[in-house]
């Protein structure tokens, strides 16, 4: 998988797995302090899957799964830069993270809900 990371995301703190997978970020691509739609859009121009913690990417309707390429939530009770660097090493070392394409996901300290496409 390819990922975008928002700029509230501390690529820094474990830029070590960028050799294990395709990370790009928004401050790479000098979309720092741009609005949602364009963090979006750059994303799923991309073909990459968001991971952000910003609540605006919350509204499972308007990132409705299997609409867009993918977007991961981070929800922290202490959103650290140590937390939050540590968590997404957890997810991106997970076996289940390559299913998640196309889905809509949700991870906290304790849980990760992934919400996927609908078959109809």
Not at 3 to 30: C, H, Q, R, V, Y
Not at 59 to 71: H, I, N, Q, S
Request: hydrophobic share 40%; glycine share 4%; aromatic share 10%.
């Amino acid at each position: 998988m390819r990922f975008k990371l928002d700029e509230n995301i501390p690529f820094d703190l474990f830029a070590t797995l960028a050799s294990d997978w395709d990370i790009d970020t928004m401050k790479s691509e000098g979309l720092s302090g741009q609005n949602d739609d364009i963090v979006w859009a750059a994303a799923q121009a991309d073909n990459r899957f968001l991971i952000t913690q910003d609540l605006d990417f919350s509204d499972v309707r308007r990132f409705k799964p299997g609409t867009r390429y993918g977007l991961l939530l981070l929800r922290l009770h202490n959103p650290s830069r140590s937390a939050v660097c540590q968590k997404l090493v957890e997810i991106l070392r997970s076996p289940d993270i390559q299913t998640w394409q196309n889905c809509f996901v949700v991870a906290t300290d304790s849980k990760i809900r992934v919400l996927r496409p609908t078959l109809h």
